[in-house]
């Protein structure tokens, strides 16, 4: 069993719709739960960063963290065509000092 | 702030030869920098850590001796992939961690190797 699963996708959704992107993982050390995302040939880029659980919101975006199941979320609200990209969670123990263990990615089209 | 610069961006080189690929931190001192290799459609692979002014830890299954890391400063890493084969293209991408402040990752190099 990988410790981080993602589902790859792709995923298909028109223009304004909510996206949901999940990942479930097994090392119940983790703690800082990360969001990047990553345009075609390109290296990815942070979009937001948890703490334990909870949730924060940027914007548009919105990240969820429940550690009790192991469970972490990225809901897009009003999606737009450049938001199309790939969507990798990553997380750590610790901030910064430890290496990040990272899901698949999952490829996300938003339809104009 | 927190930018990283990877030089090239692509490279293709015969089989046989060495290809180096660098990693600068532009406007921060970075303490420890990350190699990843990602194949088409798959995440990222850790490949090693580096620390400046120290060896480089490598995962398992990563030939130090084919992909060589030198960490010479607070803001350069390389990565060479020596006596490159077909089945090392692949797309390289490095990180910097800033202390306290995550991790920022390079644009990536994508090596064909003919």
């Known amino acids: 069993q990988k410790e981080v699963e993602q589902d790859p996708g792709p995923l298909s959704v028109p223009e304004g719709a909510i996206v949901s992107l999940n990942c479930t993982y097994s090392?119940?050390?983790?703690?800082?739960f990360m969001w990047y995302r990553q345009y075609s040939r390109k290296g990815p880029e942070l979009l937001m960063y948890t703490y334990s659980s909870g949730n924060k919101e940027d914007g548009r975006f919105t990240a969820q963290v429940d550690k009790s199941s192991k469970y972490i979320s990225l809901f897009i609200r009003d999606s737009q065509p450049s938001d199309s990209a790939t969507y990798l969670c990553a997380m750590s123990p610790n901030f910064g000092n430890e290496k990040l263990t990272f899901g698949t990615g999952t490829r996300l089209t938003i339809i104009p | 702030g927190a930018v990283v610069s990877q030089h090239p961006s692509w490279v293709i080189c015969k089989s046989g030869t060495s290809v180096k690929i660098e990693c600068r931190s532009l406007?921060?001192?970075?303490?420890?920098m990350f190699w990843y290799r990602q194949f088409p459609k798959q995440s990222l692979m850790l490949m090693a850590t580096?620390?400046?002014?120290?060896?480089?830890?490598?995962e398992q299954g990563v030939e130090k001796d084919k992909f060589l890391i030198n960490h010479a400063s607070l803001t350069l890493s390389t990565l060479t992939v020596t006596s490159a084969h077909p089945e090392d293209s692949s797309f390289y991408i490095c990180s910097a961690q800033r202390t306290g402040s995550g991790y920022t990752f390079g644009s990536g190099t994508r090596l064909t190797v003919v």
């Open positions: 580096s620390n400046e002014g120290s060896k480089a830890t490598y």
């Open positions: 090392n119940s050390a983790f703690q800082y």
């Open positions: 406007d921060f001192q970075a303490t420890t």
